[in-house]
């Protein structure tokens, strides 16, 4: 029974240890008017050791993913990268509008401004162990720290 209860620690601060590898900064989601079904979330992840983010979750939306946008030719499309976005071991990595970013689709209710919200990230290391990191996002116009004129690029 002992040695259960000490796997079961040694599991859960390893993958506590594992959460620390990747800093989040700048987080924040984008706030919505009633009736508005999506927005997204922002933030720069930088990984200690390679990982990827594997997938995202949160009450208030019936979907999150992770989306990337590009240009192809002159058509800016969207789509979610299903197999996760990597990121490089030291390398900072944005997300942005008009970018990777996560798509938030189903909201349940209105993001208000000076609200927050949970969100949960989980990321896969090299040997495919996965980890979960909880997230309180602030509700904003745009990004913290940002000049009121970014509230207007789409």
């Known amino acids: 029974m002992k040695f259960a209860a000490i796997a079961a620690i040694l599991v859960c601060a390893s993958g506590q240890l594992f959460a620390q590898n990747v800093e989040v900064s700048n987080a924040w989601a984008r706030t919505t008017v009633p009736g508005q079904k999506g927005s997204g979330a922002f933030m720069t992840l930088t990984a200690k050791e390679?990982?990827?983010?594997?997938?995202?979750?949160?009450?208030?939306?019936?979907?999150?993913?992770?989306?990337?946008?590009?240009?192809?030719?002159?058509?800016?499309?969207?789509?979610?990268?299903?197999?996760?976005?990597?990121?490089?071991?030291?390398?900072?990595?944005?997300?942005?509008?008009?970018?990777?970013?996560?798509?938030?689709?189903?909201?349940?209710?209105?993001?208000?401004?000076?609200?927050?919200?949970?969100?949960?990230?989980?990321?896969?290391?090299?040997?495919?162990?996965?980890?979960?990191?909880?997230?309180?996002?602030?509700i904003a116009t745009t990004a913290p720290g940002a000049p009121a004129a970014a509230a207007h690029k789409h």
């Open 50 to 138: 390679a990982a990827r983010l594997v997938s995202v979750s949160t009450p208030v939306a019936g979907v999150a993913e992770v989306h990337e946008m590009k240009m192809e030719g002159d058509v800016m499309k969207m789509r979610a990268l299903p197999g996760g976005l990597d990121l490089p071991a030291g390398k900072p990595v944005a997300l942005t509008p008009g970018g990777y970013h996560i798509m938030l689709m189903d909201l349940k209710a209105a993001l208000p401004k000076d609200s927050t919200i949970p969100l949960t990230l989980v990321f896969q290391d090299a040997k495919g162990v996965q980890s979960k990191q909880e997230l309180k996002l602030p």
